[in-house]
């Protein structure tokens, strides 16, 4: 026994020893009691070795997928994580943990949610999965999360020789979208009753939920610890400075992350280069096209040709609140589930040329609020997406007489 704790080669073999009884079907439960009682924890670099060691040894990755749940309910809580290290807010694996978080919550309301339904009669049915609808839209946001670790921190793994393990999560990553997008599209499904919402329970709805818990402890257990020991400050840096673009899931972070050794100047090279933006009839820097859409009196958000929302303005007086979280989200899920079909068709009309633009008003308080969708086609008629503009037209229905510009002091 000792040498299997104090012997980092004879743990890894016990451990590979283990897990290729999983793949020759041996139940879980028995696998991981012997786990537990000839190793008992496991440091979180030796589980990356091993698999890295069974892919290079000719284990197809496809077999690894398969029975990567399997691996991580065995592991799971005999990880020995002491060497961990901390990191600053901000930092990409304190954003990634902190969505996790929200994720987790948002888990936890549809399972409950889904159990309520189990208790509750055919008439409150409607509406409750109307609110685990829009549970599952907000779920969906982890496609962000997941596209950050592809396209951000797996190639800088790949880097340094780490190539198996990323490729089994992305399996997983995809295999977890369409379970939510098969929950989606179910959910939308009209008059669906209490036994078929209980057939999909089984095959995708708790399955896709479940797939995001489980990859929740296969980062915080394996992933982030291994990148953290693997990765120099300079990468971590380049994956948050790229983090905007892909979008955050559920969660804005607050505070921008920059090592000690990055200034301000370094942070903000694109708004204060002296490179212009050449329009037809002139141009401006980004810092002064920022403060000029910052400075109008109205909420725009753009929403690209995909769907996609990708800017916001951010006016001191805005009417409705936007976080960095939406970037890069779906359009329809940005808005509450009983008006997706309306912000659906809207779009749908804008891409066939049906319609330009679709206005809107309503009441808040002492506010009129006039919303309107515009088209935005290039010169060629060619849909390159949507602009949405809000603002409080109240004040300008009580303007009477005239103020010119004399009369400015």
Not at 21 to 44: C, D, F, N, T, W
Not at 330 to 335: I, L, P, S
Request: aromatic fraction near 8%.
């Amino acid at each position: 026994m000792s040498e299997l704790l104090n012997n980092s080669q004879a743990r890894k073999a016990k451990l590979k020893e283990l897990i290729l009884k999983l793949h020759h079907g041996e139940p879980e439960e028995e696998v991981r009691q012997e786990l537990m009682q000839s190793l008992s924890q496991i440091p979180y670099g030796e589980v990356v070795e091993v698999e890295q060691e069974l892919i290079t040894e000719g284990l197809p990755e496809s077999e690894i997928l398969e029975l990567c749940d399997a691996h991580s309910a065995v592991l799971q809580g005999n990880i020995d994580l002491s060497g961990t290290k901390n990191v600053p807010e901000g930092h990409p694996v304190d954003v990634m943990v902190k969505e996790n978080i929200e994720l987790k919550k948002t888990t936890a309301l549809a399972y409950g949610l889904l159990s309520d339904i189990e208790k509750s009669d055919e008439a409150e049915l409607p509406g409750q999965i109307l609110k685990l609808r829009g549970l599952y839209h907000n779920l969906f946001d982890v496609d962000k999360h997941y596209q950050r670790k592809e396209y951000l921190l797996f190639p800088f793994l790949e880097q340094k020789g780490i190539t198996g393990p990323p490729k089994v999560m992305w399996g997983k990553h995809d295999e977890i979208r369409e379970l939510i997008k098969g929950s989606i599209e179910i959910l939308q499904t009209n008059n669906i009753s209490k036994e078929e919402l209980a057939a999909a329970s089984t095959i995708v709805l708790l399955p896709a939920l479940k797939g995001i818990d489980d990859m929740t402890v296969k980062e915080e257990e394996i992933l982030f610890p291994m990148s953290l020991d693997t990765l120099a400050e300079k990468e971590w840096y380049e994956i948050s400075k790229q983090s905007l673009e892909i979008g955050y899931c559920l969660y804005d972070p607050p505070k921008e992350w920059k090592p000690d050794w990055a200034s301000d100047e370094t942070i903000n090279e694109a708004q204060r280069s002296g490179e212009n933006i050449q329009l037809p009839t002139g141009s401006f820097t980004a810092e002064e096209l920022m403060c000029i859409l910052n400075t109008l009196p109205v909420d725009m958000t753009f929403v690209d040709k995909n769907d996609k929302v990708k800017y916001f303005s951010q006016n001191p007086d805005r009417i409705f609140q936007r976080n960095r979280a939406i970037v890069n989200r779906d359009v329809r899920h940005c808005h509450p589930p009983a008006s997706s079909h309306i912000v659906d068709k809207i779009v749908h009309d804008f891409k066939n040329g049906t319609h330009s633009r679709a206005p809107f008003w309503i009441n808040m308080g002492d506010k009129l609020i006039h919303i309107e969708y515009f088209a935005l086609r290039n010169e060629k008629g060619e849909y390159l997406g949507t602009l949405e503009v809000s603002h409080d037209v109240n004040r300008y229905r009580k303007l009477e007489g005239e103020q010119r510009i004399l009369s400015y002091t």
